[in-house]
Structure formats: structure tokens, C-alpha cells
Nanobody, 115 residues
């Protein structure tokens, strides 16, 4: 099993920044892809960014150039640095870890971008 716990969400004004954290524990040595997803009210959950075990990163077009995904393997942590936030970024943000055919999810953290 893999346990994931997100933190760092909150209320921020448009143009502001937040850094989300995802703490991982359990059988994480064979995780090959880590990712951030988000779900806005009334919408389906969508992919935001991913990072492979080899450090390759990919981003959704909507966040490219504004968000940065990273990992600290020594601390078993994953991060999402979010800059130039927009009201459309308001959502619950989830971290996810893929191991083989299994996907593990955290409980989510709320991000609200509003003036």
C-alpha cells in the first residue's frame, strides 16, 4: 500500500502563489509516475502535472509556465509550486502515485483563488 497526504492549500488572491506538498509513505520504491490532479466544483477531475521516477516532467497546457512539479526522494515528498494563480485554478488538488496497474490517491487539499 501507498499512503499520500496533501497539504498547503488555502485562499490566495489572483496573481499569487502557493506550494502544495504531498507526503508519501508505504511501498513507494516501485512508484514510476507521480502526479497532481484537480477537481473544480461541477467538473471532472483533470490531470495537472506529472513527474516520473527518472525526473521527467509534463504539464497540462492550462498550467504550463506557471506551475512546477518536483520531487524530493530523500524526504519522500512531492511538490507543486503554483505561481500566477487564476480564479480558474480554484479546485481540490490531489496527488496520485502509480505503481504497476494500481493508482493511489491522497485525500485532496482545497485551493481557492479569489479577491
Amino acid at each position: 500500500q501507498v499512503q499520500l497526504v496533501e497539504s498547503g492549500g488555502g485562499l490566495v488572491q489572483p496573481g499569487g502563489s502557493l506550494r502544495l506538498s504531498c507526503a508519501a509513505s508505504g511501498s513507494i520504491s516501485s512508484i514510476f509516475v507521480w502526479g497532481w490532479y484537480r477537481q473544480a466544483p461541477g467538473k471532472q477531475r483533470e490531470w495537472v502535472a506529472s513527474i516520473t521516477s527518472g525526473g521527467i516532467t509534463t504539464y497540462a497546457d492550462s498550467v504550463k509556465g506557471r506551475f512546477t512539479i518536483s520531487r524530493d526522494n530523500a524526504k519522500n515528498m512531492m511538490y507543486l509550486q503554483m505561481n500566477s494563480l487564476k480564479p480558474d485554478d480554484t479546485a481540490v488538488y490531489y496527488c496520485r502515485a502509480d505503481r504497476g496497474s494500481r493508482q493511489f490517491w491522497g485525500q485532496g487539499t482545497q485551493v481557492t483563488v479569489s479577491s
